[in-house]
């Protein structure tokens, strides 16, 4: 990834920021933070380029993660029900669920898609949820947009900072990674043997 900053520049870093948004796993934080460090003098010049700007970077990354998180929200939003129709038995997944999410989004949709864009693995995937609960569009893109400058603007910020050591600052958010993603495996694990009880008394 960093290789691909370094050839192509914002353009890498905007589709990057897209890959990202889109529920592929593309550590952020590597790609802000070094994205940040080549916007010092020292750090762009140790690899022959041309210093980045931290408010084009800022942009960039705040651009592509919207666009990325619309494409998310559209297959969510367009593909909810059919995907049901077809698969929804092996996928544990009924139209109850979809009414249940659209329910709990008109409650809380707008809170947990602004948080939800600065917490590791979360951000990443809160897109298609909040396409399922058909959430406003115009409202998603705001929050969306508003949760993702917050976040780039912080990695980019300690990109900066950090300067030659900014892949310590990007380790260390890596690691937060890992007891959200321990939460949402435990969390998920129990949903399914519920839903699977919740099948096999429907059978009965």
């Not at 995907?83 to 947990?112: C, N, Q």
Request: proline share 3%; glycine share 10%; with cysteine.
């Amino acid at each position: 990834m960093n290789s691909l900053i370094q050839h192509y520049g914002y353009l890498a870093l905007f589709f990057l920021s897209i890959l990202e948004s889109a529920c592929i796993p593309i550590p952020s934080e590597a790609t802000f933070g070094f994205a940040g460090a080549l916007s010092t003098a020292a750090v762009a010049h140790s690899l022959h380029m041309a210093p980045f700007n931290l408010v084009i970077v800022i942009v960039v990354g705040v651009a592509g993660s919207l666009v990325g998180s619309i494409v998310a929200y559209e297959v969510g939003r367009s593909a909810g029900r059919t995907i049901v129709d077809k698969y929804g038995r092996r996928i544990l997944l009924t139209h109850k669920d979809l009414d249940t999410a659209e329910a709990w989004f008109a409650r809380f949709g707008a809170p947990s898609v602004l948080v939800g864009r600065m917490i590791p693995v979360v951000r990443t995937v809160i897109s298609l949820p909040a396409g399922l609960g058909r959430m406003n569009r115009g409202l998603f893109a705001l929050l969306t947009t508003l949760g993702c400058a917050g976040w780039v603007t912080l990695l980019a910020i300690l990109g900066r900072v950090a300067g030659d050591n900014w892949h310590h600052v990007a380790g260390t958010f890596h690691t937060i990674q890992w007891p959200v993603l321990i939460l949402i495996v435990i969390a998920v694990t129990f949903g399914v043997r519920r839903r699977l009880r919740t099948l096999a008394a429907e059978q009965n």
